[in-house]
């Protein structure tokens, strides 16, 4: 390589390292979302503002894993993830910085953001919400008795429940949230008569749930709303008979209401474009961000009096506003490490 063109090279360098500090006109996100939706949503905020996003993909746990090991000097600035604990997870271990915005603070709900510090100041903040429902072969079982998730662990079940890893964040929130709800005895309690009623070893994501109970392996299965959206919309026909076997319980509509995951956004500990970062999380939360946001994967918008229009979530919820809880969803992170410990004991793998 000639000696100008090495020259070059280092100049080229040195402007893409430069992009990972502050730059009023840049924004560096790291993304647990995949949703192809998604990326009009971040050409309105570049539009809007001016402001140009660089994104980094990868899951939950990539992410938490890749800001631990850059340190100091992660370029990332605003960060998106996929269930409550994880961002809790990020929260705890010092990832995030909290931040102050009244127009994120007006919007969001305070059992779907993260508990505020001594000056007010917040971690993290909901952006869309998913539940996690009972679905049930129609021919086999009456939603009645299914209502509720203790009855999961009913013995009438015995041999009869698909549900993915008790060890994956969406069931370590639901059973977090479940300790808070039933006390940590009849939670353990609960978790192992689910441990009894398995139809198999745990294996594969909620759509593979949802399949093992239309093809009748299972009677009875757990999955986040949106899985089942996914299959009802479907133009695989495929599809489409697998979501015409199954019906849908949002359960707990008696007591404290249906267990409510969130995808949600903070700003990174090191950010170098902190103020852009805000902005971006503020403008998800807007209106129309949120409608587009939430619809683009299936989920409910985090936000008070956004109107969504989505048929497959109308059909599943009959057009009616279902009962979700609404305890902190901070404390399906708290909870994390007891439900393991109660999931090892019970030989839930
Ligand atoms: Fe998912």
Redesign the pocket.
């Known amino acids: 390589m000639s000696s100008s063109l090495k020259a070059l090279f280092s100049v080229c360098a040195i402007a893409a390292a430069s992009a990972a500090y502050a730059d009023a006109q840049m924004l560096n996100l790291y993304s647990a979302r995949h949703y192809s939706t998604d990326e009009e949503l971040y050409n309105g905020f570049t539009k809007a503002t001016g402001i140009k996003i660089n994104r980094v993909d990868s899951d939950d746990a990539g992410i938490i894993a890749r800001l631990k090991a850059e340190g100091q000097s992660s370029p990332a600035d605003v960060i998106l993830l996929?269930d409550a604990a994880r961002l809790y997870r990020g929260e705890v271990d010092g990832l995030f910085q909290p931040i102050r915005s009244k127009p994120l603070e007006d919007v969001i709900p305070a059992n779907l953001r993260a508990h505020p510090a001594a000056d007010g100041s917040i971690s993290w903040f909901g952006l869309s919400t998913r539940a996690r429902v009972i679905v049930y072969n129609k021919a086999k079982v009456k939603p009645e008795d299914v209502a509720t998730y203790e009855s999961l662990a009913d013995p009438k079940f015995k041999g009869q429940l698909c549900i993915r890893s008790g060890s994956h964040p969406?069931n370590l929130s639901l059973f977090g949230t479940m300790v808070e709800h039933l006390g940590e005895q009849k939670a353990e309690a609960w978790i192992k008569g689910m441990t009894a009623n398995l139809a198999r070893t745990p294996k594969g994501g909620?759509i593979d749930q949802i399949k093992g109970v239309a093809s009748g392996e299972c009677t009875i299965g757990v999955s986040?709303s949106?899985?089942l959206a996914r299959l009802m919309r479907s133009a695989k026909p495929e599809d489409q008979a697998v979501a015409a076997k199954v019906g849908v319980v949002f359960p707990n509509q008696s007591s404290w209401g249906t267990h409510l995951n969130i995808a949600g956004g903070a700003v990174a500990r090191h950010a170098k474009n902190k103020d852009n970062a805000i902005k971006f999380l503020e403008y998800l939360a807007s209106p129309v961000a949120q409608n587009y946001f939430a619809n683009g994967n299936n989920e409910w918008p985090a936000a008070r009096n956004v109107e969504l229009d989505n048929p497959a979530l109308k059909t599943m919820t009959q057009g009616k506003p279902f009962k979700s809880e609404t305890i902190p969803i901070s404390a399906a992170g708290r909870n994390q490490v007891k439900v393991q410990q109660m999931l090892d004991r019970a030989g839930f793998q």
Do not use: I, T
Request: a negative charge; aromatic letters at 50%.
């Open positions: 996929v969406y909620d986040n949106y899985y």
